[in-house]
């Protein structure tokens, strides 16, 4: 059973920085992902990176402002977070660490099965 946990979340002016970051348990490394869901909106992709953090991905609305990245401190294994720059007003959601994906799909909800309780972040305009 894998548990990740969240933290970083808060309220930034539009153009602000945040960072948020996501612990998870286990013995072995996994791949990570970071969702967002606004409200009455479905829950959408944000960016991932693989088991050993050479390959990332990003939603194209992101591209270019958020940056994740592992934690490669000798024995955190599970550690990630997600550098969010020149933050917009349509960036506001709950955000959501996911882990250990089931296929290479890391953009895909549906291949988590591990999610943490979600950090709040509002960028007023």
């Known amino acids: 059973q894998v548990q990740l946990v969240e933290s970083g979340g808060g309220l930034v002016q539009a153009g602000g920085s945040l960072r948020l970051s996501c612990a998870g348990s286990g013995r072995d490394t996994y791949a990570m992902g970071w969702f967002r869901q606004a409200p009455e909106k479905e829950r959408e992709f944000v960016a991932a990176?693989?088991?050993?953090?050479?390959?990332?991905?990003?939603?194209d609305s992101v591209k270019g402002r958020f940056t994740i990245s592992r934690d490669t401190t000798k024995n955190i294994k599970n550690t990630v977070y997600l550098q969010m720059n020149n933050m917009k007003p349509e960036d506001t959601a709950v955000y959501y660490c996911?882990?250990?994906?089931?296929?290479?799909?890391?953009?895909?909800?549906?291949?988590?099965?591990?999610w943490g309780q979600g950090t709040q972040v509002t960028v007023s305009s």
């Open positions: 996911a882990g250990d994906p089931r296929t290479f799909d890391y953009w895909s909800r549906a291949d988590y099965d591990y």
């Open positions: 990176v693989s088991r050993l953090g050479y390959n990332t991905y990003y939603a």
